[in-house]
T-cell receptor, first 109, second 116 residues
Framework: SQQGEEDPQALSIQEGENATMNCSYK?????LQWYRQNSGRGLVHLILIRSNEREKHSGRLRVTLDTSKKSSSLLITASRAADTASYFC?????????FGKGTKLTVNP | DAGVIQSPRHEVTEMGQEVTLRCKPISGHDYLFWYRQTMMRGLELLIYFNNNVPIDDSGMPEDRFSAKMPNASFSTLKIQPSEPRDSAVYFC??????????????FGSGTQLSVL
């Protein structure tokens, strides 16, 4: 399986601040994906970074990948109250996609 | 496309009753996943299918749980008999695998199951 483990478990920041979440994994991967889950809803795909990429941007999202350390980080810049959600990573490549427990982000207005 | 459709959205039942959760994946997707989410255990992969065939059911907690995919557009997850500890949100997700693996899972809105 390709499980990612997110860190920290919870993060609370003020609106306008940046939020950084980390992900570690154990096996080799083809890609690393980040998902967001708003309370009571299904997960939504945010961004994918391939194993041969080191950094990727999408709007206020910035993802980095360090395959030598088997780690990734998700940075949300200029956070908004609407960014309050749980964030999950999953290491892609095999068929079996296993999620960690996520990082619960709270953005206070 | 309407996305992955799950039904019912909420299910309340009594211990011992049979529960059937339903999922319609996105048309053209050849992988379907069933996950269960609780506060204590997080998001657990129960089983996944490829081209309607169960590939890995090692996450199914016990024999009380069974899943089927009779065709490419429909899957069910059945719990019989249900127990209070089965209370959770059950998600279905579908995907189309490329040559470099799954690149995006599409999740349904989930079924909130409460077993009294």
């Amino acid at each position: 399986s390709q499980q990612g483990e997110e860190d920290p478990q919870a993060l609370s920041i003020q609106e306008g601040e940046n939020a950084t979440m980390n992900c570690s994994y154990k096996t080799s991967i083809n890609n690393l994906q980040w998902y967001r889950q708003n309370s009571g809803r299904g997960l939504v795909h945010l961004i994918l970074i391939r194993s041969n990429e080191r950094e990727k941007h999408s709007g206020r999202l910035r993802v980095t990948l360090d395959t030598s350390k088997k780690s990734s980080s998700l940075l949300i810049t200029a956070s908004r109250a609407a960014d309050t959600a749980s964030y999950f990573c999953v290491a892609g490549g095999s068929e079996k996609l296993v999620f960690g427990k996520g990082t619960k982000l709270t953005v206070n207005p | 496309d309407a996305g992955v459709i799950q039904s019912p959205r909420h299910e309340v039942t009594e211990m011992g009753q049979e529960v059937t959760l339903r999922c319609k994946p996105i048309s053209g997707h050849d992988y379907l996943f069933w996950y269960r989410q609780t506060m204590m255990r997080g998001l657990e992969l129960l089983i996944y299918f490829n081209n309607n065939v169960p590939i890995d059911d090692s996450g199914m907690p016990e024999d009380r749980f069974s899943a089927k995919m009779p065709n490419a557009s429909f899957s069910t997850l059945k719990i019989q008999p249900s127990e209070p500890r089965d209370s959770a949100v059950y998600f279905c997700a579908s995907s189309s695998k490329t040559g470099v693996g799954h690149e995006k899972l599409f999740f349904g809105s989930g079924t909130q199951l409460s077993v009294l």
